[in-house]
Every structure is written in structure tokens, then in C-alpha cells.
């Protein structure tokens, strides 16, 4: 009885461990710069996330919509209840007018991809 408890013990601590899985909570899915100059430089924003799963999260790519975007990432994992970021950084030299920039985050959060926007207006003085 007590070997068959035992087996049961591990088999349900072995299924547990396999459903250990991180997820990812955005805090912020985009911002607005509003008007901006396109002679001012770069503009940055910071998208903050949380790992709201069980499992490190580890954050493998993210792809801009575009070269006037770039996106900064820390490969680190991030711990379960713990917040990480990724960093925008927006090029509004050669751009006029309205844009709206998409950034794909990917993870090791099997089949889930993570979208964040970036708009505004770039401004000709």
C-alpha cells in the first residue's frame, strides 16, 4: 500500500510538472506619442510584462513592422509573478504624417504571439 502510494505520489508530482508553463501579461499594448518632430531624434517607450504563469518566461524575438522601428529585448527569463520589458525605439527621420508601428513579441509560450503598437504623428517644422 505504501509502494502504491508512493507511485501515485510521483506520477502526480511528474504530471504536475509537465503543466508548469509560463504566460505573459502585457501591461501596456500600446502607446500614442501624438504630434512629434521629425528633426527631434528617436523616441523610446517601455512595455512592461509579467509572467503569470508557473514557469520561467523567456522572450526569444520580437519583429518590427518596419526599419524606423527597432525593438530592444533582455533574453533573461523572467520568473513567474516577476515583470520584464521590451524596449521601442521609434526613427521619425523621412517619415511624415499618421503611423501606426505593430511589434510581434514571441516567447517560449508555445503558439502565442504578443502584438503592441506604437502611433503617432510625425511633425515637419
Not at 523567456?58 to 515583470?83: H, L, N, Y
Not at 521609434?90 to 503611423?99: S, V
Request: net charge positive; proline share 6%.
Amino acid at each position: 500500500m505504501k509502494r502504491l502510494s508512493l507511485i501515485l505520489l510521483l506520477l502526480f508530482a511528474a504530471w504536475g510538472g509537465l503543466r508548469a508553463q509560463p504566460a505573459l501579461t502585457l501591461l501596456q499594448k500600446g502607446y500614442d506619442l501624438g504630434p512629434i518632430p521629425e528633426d527631434g531624434g528617436t523616441v523610446s517607450r517601455v512595455y512592461t510584462f509579467r509572467n503569470s504563469g508557473n514557469a520561467p518566461l523567456v522572450v526569444v524575438r520580437a519583429e518590427t513592422s518596419c526599419t524606423c522601428t527597432k525593438a530592444d529585448i533582455s533574453k533573461k527569463p523572467v520568473m513567474p509573478g516577476q515583470e520584464g520589458t521590451v524596449t521601442v525605439t521609434y526613427n521619425p527621420r523621412r517619415q511624415h504624417g499618421a503611423f501606426n508601428k505593430a511589434i510581434s513579441i514571441y516567447t517560449n509560450v508555445p503558439g502565442a504571439r504578443y502584438i503592441v503598437t506604437l502611433r503617432g504623428e510625425v511633425t515637419v517644422r
